[in-house]
Structure formats: C-alpha cells, structure tokens
C-alpha cells in the first residue's frame, strides 16, 4: 500500500509540473519594461552596442537574464549586466565584450 501511494504521489508531482511548465505566461510578464523600450530606442537611435563585464555596482543599463534592468547589477564587472557605448569601444576597455556570458 505504501509503494502504491508513493507511486500516485510521484505522478502527481510530475503531472503538475508538466502542467505549470505549459501553462502560458501573464501578459503583464511578458510585455518589456519601459526601461527596456527606451534602451533599445536609445541603441537604435544612437549606434550604440552591448558591452558586457564592465558595469559597477547598479550602474548598468540592463542585463540578460540576472535582474530586470536598469541599476540592479548586484556586482562590479557582472558578465550577464551590460552597458550601453557607441559601437566598437566596448572592445577597447579591458574585460568588456559584445556577449553575455
């Protein structure tokens, strides 16, 4: 009887987590910050590039993956947290790349 509840207890688990994994994302989540927006207008706008490993502590423009945006960098020289420059300094400042590592 205890196999047999373990087994039901273990389908469940993996059922509902095939089922959270499924289900679509709020919309609210899935639309972009204004931060971001201006961001990208501001790269567009002014050939600006990406440029990884360079910020100081809340002092990025936005990141991948590690924060929502703007100011959040938790640490000095963060490889997910990046800032904005005009294209082709990036690769001139020791530590600084195009991609987020």
Known sequence: MTRMTAVTA?????????ALSAAPLPA????????????????????????????AVSKNDCAEGAHSCAGQATKAR????????????????AGGSTRSS
């Open 28 to 55: 609210a989540s899935a639309e972009m910050p204004q931060i971001v927006k201006d961001n990208m207008a501001r790269m567009a706008k002014d050939h600006l590039e990406k440029c990884y490993g360079i910020n």
């Open 78 to 93: 963060d490889t997910k947290s990046f800032v904005l420059l005009p294209g082709g300094d990036c690769s001139k400042i």
């Open 10 to 18: 273990l389908s469940s688990a993996i059922g509902l987590a095939f």
